[in-house]
């Protein structure tokens, strides 16, 4: 666990420039071209370095093409990954470069607070910096619970109480799809953190079973919502464009979307934001944290241009421009917010000293990502006990070996 902790940043006073370099930036963020590509032409002109996006079609394609670059001994100069076991192990390989110096000035100066590097830190060594720090949170349509009188809830009641509400209304709550094959993990790690989070964080490391009661209850809860028809279809795939058209009123996703929903049409004055209450007998407020990464590979660290671009992303520059092209937030306060829901998730985890949980998929094992989300998809496809037992014995089946194979 961590405290979720981030700081201020440094303004850049340079004259601007023309780019003198090129520093490539390969990624498997695709829908995030374009808005990339506006950091890397505002490089351009306050750094002297222009970053060039390279996308992959998918996150597999990516992966299979960063691993064999490793293998190949042509590991490009900075790309993107992702946190928690997978990131561990891209470090192993020992192709990747620390940046213990880029955070002493990250820090030193102000911008980012020393909690921030924690995400991106093994064996206490910093060797990533964030392309995203995005806390997942519920967005909401502020029109619906107005004309309903929802507030935003404050506990679990209050949630279920919204939730029949907007069901009465003829509306479906929540939005959740299985679109692009990852997603079926989101509502599952949002309800064993909000009813358990010990076993939560037991499952990361195999202490705790798949098919354990901790886990049953929260497919229990699951299944009970899915039976009063609280979720939108979860076939579907277009869910931003579902969120837009009223498909579902509240959308449990990375604060990340709020740019992608914008832009689809959704009016930005009435996008509201929340963080998820936890369920009755579970006291601390906490919410779930995707730490993206951009990181340096070794050949990469030596060369001017590629740490040059690096420092602008999280300078004062970068941040602002990432920001307002994509609404993302890196953890640079001293930036602007890049919208109003960023400001607000902020402001309320600075109230209520939220504590940060590493979203389960970067917690989980690499090998067992894929093949656990895709029973968690299965599940979301016929939400009822019995597939859930399936899905639990299959999940923990998959566990055992794993964990066994790694003694």
């Avoid at 602002?320 to 993302?328: E, I, M, R």
């Avoid at 094992?365 to 895709?374: C, I």
């Amino acid at each position: 666990m961590r405290l979720l902790t981030l700081g201020a940043a440094l303004v850049l006073t340079a004259a601007p420039v023309h780019a003198q370099s090129e520093v490539e930036l390969f990624h498997d963020k695709g829908f995030w071209s374009t808005q990339l590509q506006a950091v890397g032409d505002a490089c351009a002109q306050s750094a002297g370095v222009k970053i060039v996006e390279r996308p992959y079609a998918n996150a597999e394609q990516y992966k299979a093409f960063i691993q064999a670059s490793i293998a190949g001994g042509e590991t490009p100069g900075m790309f993107t990954w992702w946190t928690g076991s997978t990131f561990e192990e891209l470090v192993s390989t020992g192709q990747v470069a620390p940046l213990t110096d880029v955070w002493a000035e990250m820090t030193g100066d102000g911008r980012f607070q020393p909690g921030a590097a924690e995400l991106f830190t093994v064996d206490g060594v910093p060797y990533g910096v964030p392309m995203v720090m995005a806390r997942w949170v519920a967005l909401y349509d502020k029109r619906v619970f107005e004309e309903l009188g929802i507030a935003e809830p404050a506990s679990w009641d209050e949630l279920m109480a919204a939730a029949e509400k907007i069901k009465a209304s003829g509306r479906t709550p929540f939005l959740a799809t299985t679109q692009e094959g990852w997603r079926g993990f989101i509502w599952f790690q949002e309800l064993m953190l909000r009813t358990n989070p010990e076993a939560y964080l037991g499952l990361h490391d195999g202490s705790v079973a798949y098919d354990s009661d901790a886990v049953r209850a929260a497919f229990q809860m699951w299944a009970d919502m899915a039976a009063k028809g609280w979720f939108s279809d979860p076939r579907s795939v277009e869910e931003v464009n579902d969120f837009v058209r009223g498909d579902g009123v509240i959308y449990l996703i990375g604060e990340w979307a709020t740019g992608l929903v914008t832009t689809a049409g959704f009016p930005e004055e009435h996008l509201g934001v929340f963080i998820m209450p936890n369920a009755a007998g579970v006291a601390e407020p906490s919410v779930i944290v995707e730490g993206g990464p951009i990181v340096i590979s070794t050949a990469g660290a030596g060369d001017e241009a590629t740490m040059k671009a690096l420092r602008c992303w999280v300078s004062n520059d970068g941040a602002n421009a990432w920001g307002a092209a994509s609404g993302n937030y890196i953890g640079n306060d001293a930036a602007d917010a890049p919208n109003a829901i960023v400001a607000e998730v902020n402001a309320d985890i600075g109230a209520a000293g939220h504590r940060a949980y590493l979203r389960w998929w970067e917690a989980v094992p690499p090998a067992l990502q894929g093949e656990m989300v895709a029973e968690l998809n299965r599940f979301l496809l016929d939400p009822k006990m019995e597939t859930a037992e399936s899905v639990m014995s299959t999940m923990q089946a998959l566990n055992e070996e794993h964990w066994a194979s790694v003694k």
